[in-house]
Nanobody, 114 residues
């Protein structure tokens, strides 16, 4: 499974971005898809995940600001990020779970200026 993330960029505080992550290859049976972020000098942390059935879970710091969604037909997961803050600045990675393995995308940079 290959994951291609896109949609990052530079935005002012209070702005919005929509990240996309498309899966290709052996995509049949992908269960969980999610987003993590990694700020400079820090560990990678979960932002949100969504199951194939549509169950969602969010990290506390993004609740009410970010929305994860998924198009199973396109094997694509999205992360709509609103009310962005400078502390959201990080590389955002998507991942997917299938065939008892986790797969990771290459990451997309999100920079929020104050």
């Amino acid at each position: 499974v290959q994951l291609q993330a896109s949609g990052g960029g530079l935005v002012q505080a209070g702005g919005s971005l929509n990240l996309s992550c498309a899966a290709s290859g052996s995509t049949a049976g992908i269960n969980v898809m999610g987003w993590y972020y990694q700020a400079p000098g820090k560990q990678r942390e979960l932002v949100a995940f969504i199951t194939s059935g549509g169950t969602r879970s969010y990290a506390a710091f993004v609740k009410g600001r970010f929305t994860i969604s998924r198009d199973n037909a396109k094997n694509t997961v999205y992360l709509q990020m609103n009310s962005l803050k400078p502390e959201d600045t990080a590389v955002y990675y998507c991942n997917a779970y299938t065939n008892f393995q986790w797969y990771w995308g290459q990451g997309t940079q999100v920079t929020v200026s104050s």
